[in-house]
């Protein structure tokens, strides 16, 4: 397995042999513009596609993660507060259930239960 410093810490990488391969300026711009839908790197799009696992892309993905974000911080805060303010039970349960309300949301968007 081939090792790559990076700042003075040492990578195991997991594909170090590079392919590389040649596409007309057509073919170039529908993989970019597949890729760039995917919001996958360019490597994991290709890799999926060629070994015919699924590519899914999600509508609204990244403004469903964003609120799964911020949702996640209101809750970490209202954990941290917690141990300096142990009155703070409702800020958790409420911080709690906005998570548990944008984690749903994402699993209705991507087809989970």
């Known amino acids: 397995m081939e090792e790559k410093?990076?700042?003075k810490k040492t990578v195991k990488r997991n594909r170090p042999i590079t392919y590389s391969f040649r596409v007309s300026e057509r073919e170039r711009r529908i993989i970019d513009e597949k890729v760039k839908t995917s919001g996958l790197s360019r490597t994991d799009f290709l890799i999926r596609a060629l070994t015919n696992k699924p590519?899914?892309?999600i509508a609204n993905g990244g403004?469903?993660?964003q609120e799964l974000k911020r949702q996640g911080n209101n809750l970490n805060q209202a954990v941290r507060n917690c141990y300096f303010y142990p009155d703070e039970k409702e800020?958790?349960?409420s911080a709690a259930a906005?998570?548990?309300r944008a984690y749903r949301a994402l699993l209705s968007v991507i087809g989970g239960d």
């Open 98 to 100: 906005e998570c548990k």
């Open 55 to 57: 590519v899914s892309v």
């Open 5 to 7: 410093i990076i700042e």
């Open 63 to 65: 403004e469903i993660l």
């Open 91 to 93: 800020s958790i349960l």
